[in-house]
């Protein structure tokens, strides 16, 4: 019965590519992307000789802290370089034991959830984690589902991803305007000034959900 599912096409939910996600040929995994105003999913289908014991994914580069998530500063280069300069983004691999089956670097920076963050192991930055899961489309293919909390320079902000990975092109529309990545670039910093301006006139506390 697994074989048979593996040969059908997959039945893909419009959730999975919905506010300008979608679908990226990484043969052999497919990469459905989506995303909402705090919140990227990624999934990754898994070849099927490949058994989901054993999985692991492991994260690299920064991340930061579920109380930090409004003071993200600067992104990433809106370039198709795979190489992740940034030092405010991070960076996962995927593997099946000692086996690397995808490795990506994320365009923008992501924080921990609350749940993750209750505790001090993140500030070496040595054992990091976020939560992962095996997902299943309609005909119980699997894919493994990466959920990526955007961080951002101050709070009220949403940041819309292009891509969901520094591999990945950008949409030929922004290649087109060769100001896109200045202007987005510029954005982000004026928009942390304001926080900082803000956060010195005691206009906004330190805790935006007011917890303390």
Request: charge should be negative; charged fraction near 25%; include cysteine.
């Amino acid at each position: 019965n697994n074989n048979n599912n593996n040969n059908k096409p997959s039945v893909i939910p419009a959730s999975w590519t919905a506010n300008n996600g979608g679908l990226i040929d990484m043969p052999p995994y497919n990469l459905y992307w989506s995303q909402d105003r705090q919140v990227v999913w990624c999934r990754f289908r898994i070849p099927p000789d490949v058994p989901s014991k054993d999985l692991t994914v492991e994260w690299s580069g920064h991340i930061y802290r579920y109380a930090d998530r409004f003071t993200a500063v600067g992104t990433s280069s809106l370039s198709s370089s795979s190489n992740n300069t940034n030092n405010n983004t991070a960076s996962f691999r995927i593997s099946h034991g000692q086996q690397l089956l995808l490795q990506g670097d994320l365009p923008h920076p992501i924080h921990y959830t609350e749940d993750d963050d209750d505790d001090d192991e993140h500030d070496s930055e040595q054992q990091q984690e976020l939560d992962w899961e095996i997902d299943r489309d309609g005909n119980d293919q699997r894919y493994i589902l990466l959920t990526l909390p955007k961080a951002t320079p101050m709070y009220g902000m949403s940041i819309q991803w292009k891509r969901p990975l520094q591999q990945v092109p950008l949409p030929s529309a922004d290649d087109d305007n060769t100001n896109k990545s200045s202007q987005f670039q510029q954005a982000w910093d004026e928009a942390h000034i304001m926080f900082r301006e803000k956060m010195a006139k005691g206009e906004i506390p330190k805790r935006p959900d007011g917890l303390p």
